[in-house]
């Protein structure tokens, strides 16, 4: 049987989210925008709705409720991210996703050990800000797809075991979200140099006071404005071996059966495709031209039709993927969690420029939202690997 309904649970969740995203998250996102100081850091304007959407569960959604947590499903997050994502996709996938993501890979991949003592914080109830790190500077992101068994391809940080611990050598990119502002990282790095890349990747959690990790400064980019990205620098940093997660060259095979990961912004990139179509409906009943509000000129309202449909489309391809995370979370990680990723992507970006275009050379000025729209929707394409890269991933699953 097929039923797309939300439970009457995960309709309460969907309004206490709306609100809590419109009431609450909506204002600081304005202060953020309107600031011309690229000094100005959004972290120190956004952690208080941080702190407050974890006290409401949203980021220990899907921790199970030994540990704390919800215990809920993976519809329930991406239900919240979209709401979230509807008002901001930067702080729905960079605070919010990246945190429940990760608690939820601590609390399958981890130790008993590992689980109580690094989701300690879900129990206790103080907000905890998470960071993964992959990407390098000097090699390409992709080679994490590549499906060449040539030792020399891909990431350079390298953990060297001594005795109890590893100590880690390397640089990861200005593009690693929360580098620098986060409680706790998960750092990715290779445990033997000889060895194909997927065989080679381990994951340790290094939190943030950990000494001789240093940040680089905050990366400017053309959307996302209220997140935060930096680069880190790891110089002979020492890392006690029980927060090694997993095997040693075991962090391919775990992060597989992470399909979350890629769901959570899939999730957050419909609610932008939403909020780029209301928007754009709402300017379309109000503005005149030719006597007439635009809404009635089928040019317009095609469009608007097509930024609806495309959106059903998007939230459906999510839902699906969100709903098989449960029921087979290999097939979900390998094809419809990267398909639904880069369909709300391209969905996105098509309903942002559509925006634009709507509302003429409104569409173009500051003060409008769809400018916004458009940088943040086109930032999707690389955020959590290109959609070229996706879909040579899923090719090799068919
Ligand atoms: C907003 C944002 C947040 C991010 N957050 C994080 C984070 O928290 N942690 C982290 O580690 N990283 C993060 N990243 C980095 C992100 O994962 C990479 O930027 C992304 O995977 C692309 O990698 P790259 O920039 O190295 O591009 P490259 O891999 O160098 O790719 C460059 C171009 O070549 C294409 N290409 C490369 N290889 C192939 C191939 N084999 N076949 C076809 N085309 C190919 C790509 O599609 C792309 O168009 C973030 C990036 C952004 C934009």
Redesign the pocket.
């Given at each position: 049987m097929i039923d797309f309904s939300l439970t009457q649970e995960q309709e309460m969740l969907q309004s206490l989210a709306r609100e809590f995203a419109q009431n609450e998250i909506s204002p600081i996102v304005q202060i953020i925008e309107e600031s011309n100081n690229s000094e100005m850091e959004p972290w120190d304007f956004s952690k208080n709705v941080f702190y407050k959407g974890s006290e409401l569960g949203f980021t220990s959604l899907m921790v199970p409720k030994e540990l704390g947590g919800v215990g809920g499903k993976c519809i329930d997050l991406a239900v919240v991210l979209e709401e979230i994502g509807a008002v901001d996709v930067?702080i729905a996938?960079?605070y919010f996703n990246?945190t429940a993501a990760m608690s939820l890979f601590v609390s399958r991949a981890a130790t008993q050990e590992q689980q109580e003592r690094i989701l300690s914080f879900v129990k206790s109830g103080k907000p905890h800000l998470f960071?993964?790190?992959?990407?390098e500077p000097n090699?390409?992101?992709?080679?994490?797809?590549?499906p060449f068994p040539n030792s020399n391809i891909g990431m350079k940080t390298f953990a060297a075991r001594e005795g109890n611990r590893y100590i880690l050598n390397g640089t990861?990119?200005s593009?690693?979200?929360?580098?620098g502002i986060a409680d706790a990282y998960f750092i990715?790095a290779r445990t033997a140099m000889d060895k194909p890349l997927h065989e080679s990747l381990s994951i340790f959690y290094v939190p943030g006071d950990t000494p001789r990790i240093k940040f680089g400064k905050k990366t400017q980019?053309i959307g996302?404005k209220a997140?935060h990205?930096a680069e880190i620098y790891l110089d002979n940093v020492p890392i006690p071996a029980q927060n090694l997660i997993g095997l040693e060259g075991g962090a391919a095979k775990l992060l597989m059966l992470l399909p979350e990961v890629a769901i959570g912004p899939a999730a957050s990139y419909v609610g932008l495709a939403r909020a780029a179509y209301e928007y754009a409906l709402n300017y379309a009943k109000q503005r005149v031209s030719w006597g007439r509000p635009i809404i009635e000129h089928q040019a317009v309202a095609l469009k608007l039709a097509d930024m609806m449909i495309n959106t059903q489309a998007a939230r459906l391809i999510v839902w699906d993927a969100a709903v098989t995370a449960e029921t087979s979370p290999q097939l979900a990680a390998t094809i419809k969690a990267p398909a639904a990723k880069t369909f709300a992507v391209d969905v996105a970006i098509k309903n942002a420029q559509m925006a634009v275009e709507i509302l003429g050379g409104y569409g173009v000025t500051k003060e409008c939202l769809a400018g916004k729209f458009l940088g943040d929707a086109t930032?999707g394409y690389?955020?959590?690997?290109?959609?070229?890269?996706l879909r040579?991933g899923i090719v090799n699953f068919l």
């Open positions: 930067s996938c960079s990246l960071s993964a790190a992959e990407s090699v390409a992101t992709s080679d994490m797809f590549c990861k990119s593009l690693v979200t929360n580098a990715i980019m996302w997140s990205h930032i690389s955020c959590d690997f290109t959609r070229e890269v040579l």
